[in-house]
């Protein structure tokens, strides 16, 4: 056959990965301000074609014992769509 047999589709792959952030050492005003944001949960919001995204997931905290500094470690899940490929 001359022109043969074409198909076209499109195969997403969801990926789901664990970002894992630390402050350093912030201040009492800064750690206020980061909690809040974290009860929030508003902390990173996009719109694409394909819905990628970052949720908090969880976050820890240490108090330094020497000033009112604290150490704050979050954890993100991000989802992407890669890999995409056409047949």
Same mark, same amino acid.
């Given at each position: 056959?001359?022109?043969?047999?074409?198909?076209?589709?499109?195969?997403?792959?969801?990926?789901?990965?664990?970002?894992?952030?630390?402050?350093?050492?912030? @201040?009492? &005003?800064?750690?206020?301000?980061?909690?809040?944001?974290?009860?929030?949960?508003? !902390?990173?919001?996009?719109? /694409?074609? =394909?819905?990628?995204?970052?949720?908090?997931? @969880?976050? &820890?905290?240490?108090?330094?014992?020497?000033?009112?500094?604290?150490?704050?470690? !979050?954890?993100?899940?991000? /989802?992407? =769509?890669?890999?995409?490929?056409?047949?």
């Amino acid at each position: 056959m001359p022109t043969g047999q074409k198909h076209v589709a499109t195969y997403d792959t969801k990926i789901t990965k664990k970002l894992i952030c630390n402050t350093g050492w912030v @201040d009492e &005003t800064h750690f206020d301000w980061l909690m809040e944001l974290m009860k929030s949960n508003n !902390v990173y919001a996009s719109s /694409t074609a =394909y819905s990628n995204y970052l949720n908090l997931t @969880d976050w &820890t905290y240490k108090k330094s014992s020497l000033d009112d500094l604290f150490d704050v470690e !979050v954890t993100f899940e991000y /989802t992407v =769509y890669e890999n995409n490929i056409s047949v």
